[in-house]
């Protein structure tokens, strides 16, 4: 197979091995930081990709997401606070372990739960990656387009609390994508006029806005303080050891959570934070000691990372064989490919095969890298994310964004754009839009316009061509299919809530 040739190459390159432990480190610290992310960081980080080799920035950036993905757990175990939307799941079942003076325990198990998900993921990636792009090839301009399609709708309509909210951050994206010139006929669109805005919304400046400083300011609006438990918690976390008999009850948990992870890893945008409470309720469900969940159980904190981490290696696999992000570090990834002018798609495994396995190869070290770091010094970390206040925190971030922002090509127009996407991100947060949906989206617009236009000039004009071809025609159904279930999802929802209030 290849991925051993890759790995071997990796590991004989010390250059890649500094990217791969250095990216951990970062990673770890930045999801471990409440009001961080590993997505606002690596779309902080992007412009110092400019500069580098292809395969170190996307290893670099690829690790960090990663890692990022692990170092919530920190958080949530320690600061009852969780470094990402999927820490929640890990929040229930960490933070009474860690009041019950078992924090170390609890992050150990966090630890070897998510290498084993991740490791999982993996495995599963470099086995199936290559069937899926010599499909993948086989695809026209018609299936392409119903592919975007439908990951259009079960973006906006599978994530987040409400349908039209999604769909309307997703029809966002598109619109704002669509600013500049029309790639066929070359007019202007949605520019007013505007000189800068002939050349687009650059991709750079609306992820760092959007991230970084969306995150910052619904951070800055419900900022919480550390408490003197949080820090009594983390200092007292290296005294408590884990035996093979505490973790053994908690292996079959994981390895569900591994198996839940990639299946819906491979989904595009539905991402580890469902993951990870769909493999918490199927964990309750099937324990031996339901009731003890919520309370402190082990196994209630192996189930969600496993599945949380093992999102991150099956999520590439619509990003390199379609050339559509599985999730909003997918989004940042695919920049990083333009930016280094390597189409994405199923043809990337003809012509940059050796970049994608080294690429894996680096995904696996960095597994490695961050679980052994993490094992022996997750509450270091903690420690040294104590000791910085939010007072200087904040604005170094500010700072920095702006300057990334300006540094990718130099333009003040994009601190602008940079700083509109940062009010933007913070009122979609605020008001329970999709945010994943709407950069995801903005991602995928153009390349959604292209094949729809291909499938025009193929049938001269007819739009029947997308339901004549029956695998355009299923991947159709299957995005309305998905909001269906959705919605009938939210009626019984809001029935069972109906009759319950009912019954009091």
């Not at 966090?110 to 495995?123: E, K, R």
């Not at 999604?166 to 994206?173: D, E, I, P, Q």
């Not at 004549?468 to 159904?477: D, G, K, N, T, Y």
Request: aromatic content about 10%.
């Amino acid at each position: 197979m290849e991925i051993f040739p890759a790995l071997l190459s990796v590991i004989t390159d010390p250059t890649l091995l500094f990217a791969i432990v250095l990216a951990a480190v970062v990673g770890m610290i930045v999801g471990a930081t409440p009001g961080l992310t590993a997505s606002a960081a690596i779309a902080m980080l992007l412009p110092i990709t400019f500069y580098m080799s292809p395969l170190f920035a996307l290893a670099f950036l690829y690790v960090i997401g990663k890692s990022g993905r692990y170092g919530g757990s920190i958080a949530a175990i320690l600061f009852n606070t969780p470094g990402t939307a999927a820490s929640a799941a890990t929040q229930i079942d960490g933070y009474p372990l860690a009041r019950a003076g078992k924090a170390g325990k609890a992050m150990r198990v966090a630890t070897i739960s998510s290498i084993i998900g991740d490791l999982m993921g993996d495995i599963l990636l470099v086995i199936g990656v290559g069937f899926i792009a010599a499909i993948a090839l086989k695809l026209g301009p018609p299936e392409t387009f119903a592919i975007y399609f439908a990951a259009f709708v079960v973006i906006g309509s599978v994530i987040g609390n409400s349908i039209i909210k999604g769909l309307a951050s997703a029809l966002m994206g598109i619109l704002i994508a669509m600013v500049g010139l029309d790639p066929i006929s070359s007019e202007e669109r949605y520019t007013f006029g505007s000189f800068e805005l002939s050349n687009g919304i650059g991709l750079v400046p609306l992820m760092i806005g959007v991230f970084v400083l969306g995150e910052v300011f619904a951070q800055l609006e419900t900022r919480r303080k550390i408490t003197g438990e949080t820090e009594e918690n983390a200092s007292t976390a290296d005294g408590s050891t884990l035996t093979w008999e505490e973790y053994k009850p908690c292996l079959p948990h994981a390895l569900r959570g591994g198996f839940i992870g990639a299946g819906i890893g491979v989904l595009p945008g539905l991402g580890s934070a469902i993951a990870a409470f769909i493999s918490y309720g199927e964990g309750k469900r099937r324990a031996k000691n339901p009731e003890m969940w919520g309370k402190g159980a082990l196994e209630g904190v192996a189930a969600p990372e496993a599945a949380n981490n093992a999102v991150s290696g099956p999520s590439m696999a619509p990003l390199l064989t379609l050339g559509i992000p599985g999730s909003t570090i997918g989004a940042i990834l695919l920049g990083v490919f333009l930016i280094h002018g390597i189409q994405v798609g199923p043809t990337l495994f003809l012509t940059d095969k050796e970049l994608v396995y080294k690429l894996f190869a680096c995904g696996m070290l960095g597994i490695l890298a961050y679980g052994l770091i993490g094992y022996f010094g997750a509450t270091q970390v903690a420690r040294l994310i104590l000791k910085i206040p939010t007072n200087v925190l904040y604005p170094l971030i500010f700072l920095t964004s702006f300057v990334a922002a300006y540094s990718a090509r130099g333009s003040m127009f994009d601190v602008t754009v940079m700083t509109v996407a940062g009010f933007a991100g913070w009122l979609m947060r605020k008001y329970d839009f999709n945010v994943a949906a709407f950069v995801i989206s903005f991602v995928l617009a153009k390349g959604a316009e292209e094949t729809f236009r291909q499938s025009l000039l193929m049938s001269e004009g007819g739009a029947l061509v997308f339901v004549e071809r029956p695998i355009a025609l299923a991947f159709l159904l299957v995005g309305l299919a998905a909001m269906g279930f959705r919605i009938r999802g939210i009626i019984k929802e809001r029935r069972i809530a109906q009759g319950e209030l009912g019954d009091a």
